[in-house]
């Protein structure tokens, strides 16, 4: 700082103040002359001065002078200028100084005689000088009047500087706040930079003096000022009133309608009687449309508006139509359960998939029609109050349950081809014609085999031969069976796999606790775990051959055969000759034919001729052997009588 010159607190001297008689100019006497006048010493001085000038004095030094503290803000006068400093008069024993670079930036230069706020820093510095600061005293002041401002709600006025990262830098009485971009407005703001250099009045909502960071708003002021409006708009609103607002914002199911302070909803179903996708088809953000008030809830100020209601109601058109009728119309809707047809302007009826087709294995309806397609329909139900309307395609052609020709076609015993629309655990379903459907029970798709699942054999869309078993009307359905198409092959497998016969088989399954082995002609064979040990007293692997025993065919069905591969290595002894004769019928067999095949019934038939004629001559040969000479010679003589006379019905040969 410059040279600091000596500046009074006060400008009256001693000789106007009339506190002492001896002439103020009078030097004071010099205490190194030989002359007998010297200074009075210690307290002496003081006695010099009456009580009632003692006192006289000490109120002018109480008035002129002040007891200062640092670290407070007190208010001076600008005495004067330097070249870089402002001297300012703060009633202190000695002047302060400010430096000159704290006044810029002022609207209005500092002059002599101004009065400014200044910060004590130091009463004192090294060369006994008052340092004084303005700009901190404006900071505290601003800080200060920042938390009265946030104290009371009020609010206060700032000018933005500067954009920033999600918001702006506002000057708030010489201190930098920071406005976020979502407190700017109600509305979402996109273009920060049109704010700059404005003066904006905010709302201060945080302050952190650590950070020295203070937030505000002035979306806060405007939803002050919308609330009030809502009452307003609110008391004064009533169910049917129609109102003119401006769309605020579009969503997937309506939009947001600004009525002047207070947005309601215009739910998408009520933008219009026709079927919509969006609300903008109808309408685009910033449009003014008129709405009408459906309903509002003042305590939570919601107000739900509708547009279509302000057009005639397009059901007052159909009061001709009656169920039974037909009608023609575009299908405007497809969904998984049905379509959805336009018979009339803003009128739709609902086509059920079931009522598209008499085939029961429609499963999408978009696999019948098409979005646009005209069409027409049969009206199966109205309902006027709740304006819904039932239609169907299938009703336009006869159902075929109540053809009598298609009945005789499909009788008990008939033979076709149907297609498998549908597998479950328990059998398939075949469609034999549009309409025409029936179920295959997995009992009835093989004699021999040991079915799981019906998708071991079929699978969607193949074709099948069957043959009716039976009708049922009541439900339309037809039971169909697989298996039914060749004779039951049991009669003759029963005489090849007689109990304790021996039969070469192939392993084809294999798990913790049984196996299934294949024997000849398709037969499958269950086995335990137990039985299927050989005998390294290993078990055999799926794939490998193995000479099993019958030990019994279950059940009346006769279609579980159990086998043991374990008895054909554990009992001594040879075979019997019935064990060894089917044997060799079956090995002769195996030889001659190339594949197996369930049709193939012939060879069994024959198979099973061969062997009784055998058996048949065995019993001749041993009843020949046991007949005496004694009764061949009476069977001679009685064949002689009974030449002569007839025979009678209780006569013993």
């Not at 009687?273 to 685009?284: M, T």
């Not at 594949?595 to 061969?610: E, F, H, P, V």
């Not at 020949?624 to 004694?630: I, Q």
Request: hydrophobic letters at 35%.
């Amino acid at each position: 700082m410059g040279s600091q010159e000596n500046i009074s607190p006060s400008s009256e001297s001693p000789e106007s103040s009339g506190l002492g008689s001896s002439d103020a100019s009078s030097p004071l006497p010099d205490p190194s002359s030989g002359s007998g006048s010297s200074l009075p010493e210690d307290g002496d001085f003081l006695e010099d001065y009456s009580p009632a000038e003692r006192a006289q004095m000490e109120g002018l030094y109480a008035k002129n002078l002040k007891l200062i503290e640092e670290d407070q803000i007190l208010t001076g006068t600008v005495t004067h200028m330097t070249g870089s400093d402002v001297v300012i008069d703060v009633g202190y024993k000695s002047d302060g100084l400010v430096h000159l670079s704290e006044f810029r930036g002022m609207e209005n230069p500092v002059k002599v005689g101004d009065s400014v706020d200044v910060f004590v820093e130091h009463r004192e510095d090294a060369q006994g000088n008052l340092v004084l600061s303005r700009k901190k005293a404006l900071v505290i002041k601003s800080w200060e009047e920042v938390a009265r401002a946030m104290e009371e709600e009020r609010a206060v006025e700032g000018q933005v500087k500067r954009r920033t990262k999600g918001g702006l830098i506002l000057d708030l009485f010489g201190i930098e706040a920071f406005l976020p971009g979502s407190q700017i407005d109600v509305k979402p703001v996109k273009d920060f930079d049109a704010f700059v250099g404005k003066n904006i009045e905010v709302k201060v909502l945080k302050i952190n003096y650590q950070n020295e960071n203070i937030v505000v708003s002035h979306r806060a002021l405007i939803e002050k000022d919308i609330e009030a409006q809502k009452s307003e708009i609110l008391d004064n609103l009533e169910q049917g009133q129609v109102l003119e607002g401006v769309v605020k914002n579009i969503t997937r199911f309506g939009a947001f309608i600004d009525l002047g302070g207070i947005d309601g909803l215009l739910h998408i179903t009520d933008i219009s009687w026709k079927r919509i996708q969006s609300p903008e088809d109808v309408f685009r953000v910033e449009d003014k449309i008129n709405v009408v008030v459906l309903s509002f809830d003042k305590e939570r100020k919601r107000i739900s508006l509708g547009m279509k209601q302000l057009e005639a109601h397009p059901w007052d058109q159909i009061g001709g139509v009656n169920v039974g009728d037909k009608v023609k119309g575009r299908i405007s809707n497809i969904t998984d359960y049905g379509a959805f047809l336009e018979i009339f302007p803003a009128v739709e009826g609902l086509i059920h998939v079931s009522e598209m087709s008499w085939s029961q294995h429609l499963k999408n309806p978009s696999d019948f029609v098409k979005l646009g397609q005209e069409i027409e329909a049969c009206v199966l139900s109205i309902d006027r109050d709740e304006h819904k309307i039932g239609l169907g395609i299938k009703q336009l052609t006869p159902d075929p349950w109540e053809n009598k020709a298609i009945l005789k076609k499909y009788g008990i015993g008939t033979t076709h081809t149907g297609v498998v629309r549908n597998l479950t655990h328990y059998g398939l379903f075949l469609e034999l014609e549009e309409g025409i459907d029936g179920l295959v029970h997995i009992s009835d798709l093989s004699w021999t085999k040991r079915i799981h699942h019906p998708s071991d054999l079929f699978k969607v869309g193949d074709e099948v031969e069957i043959i009716v078993m039976e009708i049922d009307s009541e439900n339309k359905r037809l039971s169909l069976s697989h298996k039914h198409l060749q004779e039951d092959p049991w009669d003759t497998l029963e005489s090849i796999f007689t109990p304790d016969s021996l039969h070469r088989s192939t392993l084809i399954h294999l798990d913790d606790r049984s196996g299934v082995v294949e024997l000849p002609y398709g037969v499958e064979g269950a086995c335990s775990i137990k039985h299927l040990y050989k005998k390294d007293k290993t078990l055999p692997k799926v794939g490998d051959t193995l000479d099993v025993k019958i030990l019994k065919i279950q059940g009346t069905d006769r279609r579980i055969v159990y086998v043991s591969h374990l008895h054909t290595h554990q009992e001594k002894g040879s075979k019997s000759e019935g064990e060894t004769k089917a044997a060799s019928l079956v090995k002769n067999y195996q030889k001659t034919e190339k594949r197996k095949t369930m049709g193939d019934l012939q060879a069994l038939s024959d198979l099973q001729k061969t062997l009784k004629e055998e058996e048949k001559e065995k019993k001749t040969s041993k009843a020949s052997e046991k007949v005496s000479p004694k009764a061949k010679t009476q069977k001679k003589t009685s064949s002689g009588k009974d030449a002569e006379k007839p025979s009678s019905p209780t006569q013993k040969g």
